[in-house]
C-alpha cells in the first residue's frame, strides 16, 4: 500500500505541474497579445495624427493667408484711393494765333455762346476775298421788343469780336435769323436782318459809350424783315 501511494502522489503532482505549466503559458500568451494590441493602437493613431495633420492646415497657415489676403486687399484699396484723389488733367484749349481766320471764328463762337431755342447759334462763319460772312440765330424772348434787342446786343458782341481777333477783312455781313410764322400758322426759320460794316466803321466805334440801339444806324448796308421792324 505504501508504494502505491507514492506513485498516486507523484502522478498527482507531475499532472498538477502540467497543469500550472499550461495556465502560465496561457496567462504569458494573453499578456503578450495585450502588449501587441497596444503597440498596434498607438501606432494607428500616429498614423491617424499624422493624416489628419496632412489635410487639415495648421492655424499659423491658415493666419498666414487671412493675412496676406488682407494685405492684398488693402493694397488695392490704396491704389483705388490714390486713383480717386488724383486730380483729372485739365483740358488744353488750343486758342488760335491772332490775325488769323481761326481766331476770328474761335471769338465769334466764344462770345455768342449757345441758343436757348434748342438750334444751333452759329449757322455759317466763312470768308471770301476777304469778305466775311456770319449767320446766327436770334434768341426767343418774352417780348418782341426784347427779342429784337436781343439781336442788336449779339450783333454788337460779333462786331467786337471780329475787331479784337486781328483778322484783316474787307467788310464784315452779319445775318441773323428768326422764326417766322405765316398766316396758316406754319413756321419758318428766316434771315431777320442784315447788316454790313467796314473797317472803316467798326473801327471809329467807341464801345464804352455805345448805345446798342444804334447798331443799325452806323451799319454801311441795313435790310430788316417786315415782321421785324
Not at 112 to 135: D, F, M, P, Q
Not at 189 to 205: D, F, L, M
Not at 212 to 222: E, L
Request: net charge positive; aromatic share 10%; charged share 25%.
Amino acid at each position: 500500500m505504501g508504494t502505491k501511494d507514492k506513485k498516486k502522489r507523484s502522478l498527482s503532482w507531475r499532472l498538477c505541474s502540467f497543469l500550472f505549466k499550461i495556465c502560465l503559458l496561457g496567462i504569458l500568451c494573453l499578456i503578450g497579445l495585450v502588449i501587441i494590441g497596444v503597440k498596434v493602437g498607438s501606432q494607428e493613431g500616429q498614423n491617424l495624427s499624422t493624416e489628419t495633420n496632412i489635410h487639415q492646415p495648421s492655424r499659423n497657415t491658415v493666419n498666414q493667408e487671412k493675412e496676406e489676403v488682407t494685405t492684398n486687399q488693402s493694397v488695392a484699396k490704396s491704389k483705388e484711393t490714390a486713383a480717386q484723389k488724383k486730380p483729372p488733367k485739365p483740358t488744353t484749349i488750343s486758342i488760335p494765333r491772332s490775325g488769323t481766320f481761326e481766331k476770328l471764328q474761335y471769338e465769334i463762337k466764344r462770345v455768342l455762346g449757345s441758343s436757348n431755342r434748342g438750334i444751333a447759334k452759329i449757322y455759317k462763319i466763312e470768308e471770301t476775298r476777304r469778305n466775311v460772312k456770319i449767320v446766327f440765330s436770334i434768341d426767343d424772348n418774352l417780348t418782341n421788343g426784347w427779342v429784337k434787342d436781343g439781336a442788336k446786343i449779339d450783333i454788337i458782341k460779333i462786331l467786337k469780336a471780329v475787331q479784337s481777333s486781328g483778322y484783316r477783312y474787307s467788310e464784315v455781313a452779319i445775318f441773323g435769323t428768326f422764326s417766322f410764322s405765316d398766316v396758316y400758322g406754319n413756321s419758318e426759320e428766316s434771315v431777320a436782318v442784315k447788316a454790313s460794316y467796314t473797317p472803316s466803321t467798326v473801327n471809329r466805334i467807341n464801345w464804352e459809350n455805345f448805345l446798342y440801339n444804334n447798331v443799325y444806324k452806323i451799319a454801311d448796308s441795313v435790310w430788316i424783315a417786315p415782321a421785324f421792324r
